[in-house]
């Protein structure tokens, strides 16, 4: 005997073995034993087979029409044998009966089960509206269909193109065809979907790609600003007696930071460091404020960039020359023999701009034998002049103070570079790193940061720091924080470091500037008037908030920087590059920054530089292959106190490539730091799956190093 029958829904049959009670024991066709409960027999049968009955109930269930089945069976609930006996007459077998049931089980649309061989048609109404239904599925499965073929065949479907096509790549709804169909497309050509699209010329470029996953995920709703207006200045901000002057780059729009330099009797002379003073004119909670936090921060990428503030606000607080700005100030009497600091003073006032230079008209005029000959004529020469020593003593300071906690001597690469982007053409410009004009601004910045951390301190306010401290022993890896209390940077060799120098275009610095203002104007009640209480749990989201967008936004410049030296390499058509080993098989390219592992290099002396084919280059993946030809020349050791600074520089190296930290500053006055970090993020930049490996410490200087800013 046979037994036709379900089992975890779906429905089996097989030759019964025996019975014991109210269980059968069944082996089905392909040999599986199975215990089978009587209750879950629909059909006893002797003829035909098992295998046989199931292969002809499926052929005979395909030829039933629903439509008229449905039409013969009651409003009431029924075994299905009832209506098989109305469907098929007097020819109602085993097979038939099995067919009915694999049909209407089929078709939850037509019948719906009441139990074990119970059916009751679906209403009428609601039958309509489910056969209308299932057409319009039909329907989209034929039109998925054509966006298939559409796609395999390298054509774009008129669907798929404009913002479609960058919302499929970026924030798509899987349960549209439009989406299915590209997936389904991209699985059988065996690419991966963005490649698709841009072969089908969906999306202009690579370039764009990337730049719209960046705005889908951080700037959702557009990079615009809704129409705000910065508040009204103090009307008794003073006015200083000073005339200032910046010095950045030629592309640069947020001026945050300028100079000024005073004569004094006996030798001394005053020097100002002036930070533009939003904080002035924006309070905590306005609707400027709640944009900038929203933000946080300004994004740079060569050729462009998203201010942390709108354009009118920018450029009510930016240090622009021709007339008076609000700045807060710090200013230092220096003893010009000894280039110590004798005192210092914090003002919130207003400052007339002289000058904003630029270090593409002046990094070659002002040089270290010019400053030491006083040859070449250029705007604000005798203050350069003061500044250059002063900046000098300062940094030698900081490396006094970085040796007490067991650090070397920072080390500077002498080469940066510069993006500049027209359309879809790069242009990247080495700059010598290290000049007077960087260390001038660098170590003026790290004063000014050092000196007001120090003075939210004093004052009991909490500020937001960097700090930078060694875990396990006092020589250890380096470990950068951002924390609400003050902390030594040892990698700057200060004992507080508290940005405070960019507030146009980085959220931190304008918290702290309220906060400064705060103790200007309130002295010892500072505490109980900043806007941030100690203790505060808003701060301490702020810091959370600041740290992750802060490293989300440089990871997608150096992905974008990255993308513009591969682009660079197409566009010049270099098949050669020379490049230097930075450790093990990483090597680092001359001509632009790009960091690159080369697989199989073998071992190389640090410095050693290589002649290296380029294989391949892959904009939308942002990879480069490239391998070595030979070897151009390498570093030789003569001496042996030659051999032994040799193996301190290569220690100091192997320290700056393992030194655990984040991402490379982004300001001149934490150029000092990448220097300390910089490597290390290069290095663990460089091994990334994705190939988002160029060079992180040259953000290191925004002065220089983002164009645009």
Same mark, same amino acid.
């Given at each position: 005997m046979n037994v036709f029958f379900e089992e975890s829904g779906s429905f089996k049959a097989g030759s019964v073995l025996s019975r014991q009670g109210d269980a059968f024991q069944v082996e089905l066709p392909g040999g599986r034993r199975a215990k089978v409960r009587a209750k879950d027999v629909l059909i006893e049968f002797e003829k035909p087979s098992a295998a046989e009955l199931m292969q002809q109930a499926d052929t005979v269930a395909q030829d039933i029409d629903l439509d008229f089945l449905w039409e013969c069976a009651p409003d009431e609930e029924f075994p299905f044998a009832t209506l098989g006996a109305e469907y098929f007459g007097e020819h109602f077998g085993s097979i038939e009966r099995a067919a009915l049931i694999l049909r209407m089980h089929g078709a939850p649309v037509y019948f719906r089960r009441k139990g074990r061989g119970m059916y009751q048609r679906a209403p009428q109404e609601q039958l309509k509206m489910a056969l209308a239904g299932l057409e319009r599925k039909r329907q989209q499965a034929l039109v998925q269909q054509g966006y298939e073929e559409e796609l395999k065949a390298g054509r774009l479907p008129d669907a798929l193109a404009g913002k479609t096509a960058l919302m499929l790549l970026t924030k798509p709804d899987k349960n549209t065809i439009e989406y299915k169909a590209l997936e389904n497309a991209a699985a059988a050509r065996g690419i991966s979907q963005a490649r698709l699209m841009l072969e089908c010329g969906a999306i202009p470029s690579a370039r764009a790609l990337h730049e719209a996953k960046f705005l889908a995920e951080f700037f959702p709703h557009g990079t615009g600003f809704p129409p705000v207006t910065a508040g009204s200045l103090p009307e008794d901000l003073p006015e200083a007696n000073v005339q200032a002057f910046s010095i950045d780059d030629i592309t640069t729009t947020?001026?945050?930071?300028?100079?000024? +330099?005073?004569? !004094?009797?006996?030798?001394?002379?005053?020097?100002?460091?002036?930070?533009?003073?939003?904080?002035?004119?924006?309070?905590?909670?306005?609707? &400027?404020?709640?944009?900038?936090?929203?933000?946080?921060?300004?994004?740079?990428?060569?050729?462009?960039?998203?201010?942390?503030?709108?354009?009118?606000? =920018?450029?009510?607080?930016?240090?622009?020359?021709?007339?008076?700005?609000?700045?807060?100030? !710090?200013? =230092?009497?220096?003893?010009?023999?000894?280039?110590?600091? =004798?005192?210092?003073?914090?003002?919130?006032?207003?400052?007339? +701009?002289?000058?904003?230079?630029?270090?593409?008209?002046? /990094?070659?005029?002002?040089?270290?034998?010019?400053?030491?000959?006083?040859?070449?004529?250029?705007?604000?020469?005798?203050?350069?002049?003061?500044?250059?020593?002063?900046?000098?003593?300062?940094?030698?300071?900081?490396?006094?103070?970085?040796?007490?906690?067991?650090?070397?001597?920072?080390?500077?690469?002498?080469?940066?570079?510069?993006?500049?982007?027209?359309?879809?053409?790069?242009?990247?410009?080495?700059?010598?790193?290290?000049?007077?004009?960087?260390?001038?601004?660098?170590?003026?910045?790290?004063?000014?940061?050092s000196s007001w951390g120090a003075f939210l301190h004093d004052h009991g306010v909490p500020g937001i720091y960097r700090t930078q401290r060694a875990f396990g022993a006092p020589t250890g890896p380096k470990r950068t924080r951002m924390q609400t209390n003050a902390a030594p940077h040892e990698?700057?060799?200060?004992?507080?470091?508290?940005?405070?120098?960019?507030?146009?275009?980085?959220?931190?610095?304008? &918290?702290?500037?309220?906060?400064?203002?705060?103790?200007?104007?309130?002295?010892?009640?500072?505490?109980?008037?900043?806007?941030?209480?100690?203790?505060?749990? /808003?701060?301490?989201?702020?810091?959370?908030?600041?740290?992750?967008?802060?490293?989300?936004?440089?990871?997608?410049?150096?992905?974008?920087?990255?993308?513009?030296?591969?682009?660079?390499?197409?566009?010049?058509?270099?098949?050669?590059?020379v490049a230097s080993?930075?450790?093990?098989?990483?090597?680092?390219?001359?001509?632009?920054?790009?960091?690159?592992?080369?697989?199989? !290099?073998?071992?190389?002396?640090?410095?050693?530089?290589?002649?290296?084919?380029?294989?391949?280059?892959?904009?939308?993946?942002?990879?480069?292959?490239?391998?070595? !030809?030979? +070897?151009? /020349?390498?570093?030789?050791?003569?001496?042996?106190?030659?051999?032994?600074?040799?193996?301190?520089?290569?220690?100091? /190296?192997?320290?700056?490539?393992?030194?655990?930290?984040?991402?490379a500053e982004g300001e001149a006055e934490a150029q000092a730091e990448a220097d300390l970090d910089g490597e290390a993020n290069a290095d663990?930049?460089?091994?990334?799956?994705?190939?988002?490996?160029?060079?992180?410490?040259?953000?290191a200087d925004q002065h220089i190093a983002e164009p645009g800013r």
């Amino acid at each position: 005997m046979n037994v036709f029958f379900e089992e975890s829904g779906s429905f089996k049959a097989g030759s019964v073995l025996s019975r014991q009670g109210d269980a059968f024991q069944v082996e089905l066709p392909g040999g599986r034993r199975a215990k089978v409960r009587a209750k879950d027999v629909l059909i006893e049968f002797e003829k035909p087979s098992a295998a046989e009955l199931m292969q002809q109930a499926d052929t005979v269930a395909q030829d039933i029409d629903l439509d008229f089945l449905w039409e013969c069976a009651p409003d009431e609930e029924f075994p299905f044998a009832t209506l098989g006996a109305e469907y098929f007459g007097e020819h109602f077998g085993s097979i038939e009966r099995a067919a009915l049931i694999l049909r209407m089980h089929g078709a939850p649309v037509y019948f719906r089960r009441k139990g074990r061989g119970m059916y009751q048609r679906a209403p009428q109404e609601q039958l309509k509206m489910a056969l209308a239904g299932l057409e319009r599925k039909r329907q989209q499965a034929l039109v998925q269909q054509g966006y298939e073929e559409e796609l395999k065949a390298g054509r774009l479907p008129d669907a798929l193109a404009g913002k479609t096509a960058l919302m499929l790549l970026t924030k798509p709804d899987k349960n549209t065809i439009e989406y299915k169909a590209l997936e389904n497309a991209a699985a059988a050509r065996g690419i991966s979907q963005a490649r698709l699209m841009l072969e089908c010329g969906a999306i202009p470029s690579a370039r764009a790609l990337h730049e719209a996953k960046f705005l889908a995920e951080f700037f959702p709703h557009g990079t615009g600003f809704p129409p705000v207006t910065a508040g009204s200045l103090p009307e008794d901000l003073p006015e200083a007696n000073v005339q200032a002057f910046s010095i950045d780059d030629i592309t640069t729009t947020e001026i945050d930071d300028a100079f000024s +330099v005073e004569h !004094l009797a006996d030798g001394r002379v005053r020097i100002g460091v002036h930070i533009a003073a939003p904080a002035l004119g924006i309070q905590r909670g306005d609707e &400027v404020d709640e944009i900038a936090r929203t933000r946080l921060s300004t994004v740079y990428m060569p050729g462009d960039k998203i201010t942390m503030l709108p354009d009118s606000v =920018v450029e009510a607080f930016t240090l622009a020359e021709g007339g008076l700005r609000p700045a807060l100030s !710090l200013y =230092v009497i220096i003893n010009r023999e000894t280039q110590e600091i =004798v005192a210092s003073e914090t003002r919130a006032e207003r400052v007339f +701009v002289a000058n904003n230079l630029r270090h593409n008209t002046l /990094d070659e005029l002002v040089t270290e034998e010019a400053l030491a000959n006083g040859t070449g004529e250029y705007l604000h020469k005798d203050d350069i002049a003061v500044l250059w020593p002063f900046a000098q003593a300062l940094f030698e300071k900081r490396q006094t103070a970085r040796a007490g906690y067991g650090l070397r001597r920072e080390v500077q690469r002498n080469t940066d570079f510069n993006f500049y982007v027209e359309g879809e053409h790069i242009t990247i410009t080495p700059r010598r790193r290290g000049s007077p004009l960087d260390t001038i601004v660098a170590e003026l910045a790290i004063l000014a940061n050092s000196s007001w951390g120090a003075f939210l301190h004093d004052h009991g306010v909490p500020g937001i720091y960097r700090t930078q401290r060694a875990f396990g022993a006092p020589t250890g890896p380096k470990r950068t924080r951002m924390q609400t209390n003050a902390a030594p940077h040892e990698g700057l060799g200060v004992t507080q470091y508290a940005w405070s120098t960019s507030p146009l275009r980085r959220y931190t610095d304008l &918290v702290n500037q309220w906060q400064l203002i705060a103790c200007v104007q309130h002295g010892v009640t500072a505490k109980l008037a900043a806007p941030f209480k100690p203790k505060d749990a /808003d701060l301490f989201a702020v810091v959370q908030g600041f740290d992750d967008t802060y490293t989300a936004y440089a990871d997608h410049q150096r992905r974008m920087e990255y993308f513009w030296c591969l682009r660079w390499l197409k566009q010049e058509n270099r098949k050669q590059v020379v490049a230097s080993v930075v450790k093990g098989d990483l090597v680092r390219l001359e001509e632009i920054p790009l960091l690159l592992h080369v697989p199989g !290099l073998g071992v190389h002396a640090r410095g050693t530089r290589l002649q290296m084919e380029v294989m391949s280059l892959d904009e939308l993946t942002v990879e480069a292959s490239v391998r070595l !030809l030979h +070897v151009l /020349d390498a570093p030789t050791v003569t001496s042996g106190n030659e051999a032994e600074e040799a193996e301190e520089a290569d220690e100091s /190296d192997e320290e700056l490539i393992d030194a655990a930290d984040d991402s490379a500053e982004g300001e001149a006055e934490a150029q000092a730091e990448a220097d300390l970090d910089g490597e290390a993020n290069a290095d663990d930049a460089a091994a990334s799956d994705d190939g988002e490996n160029t060079d992180a410490t040259r953000a290191a200087d925004q002065h220089i190093a983002e164009p645009g800013r």
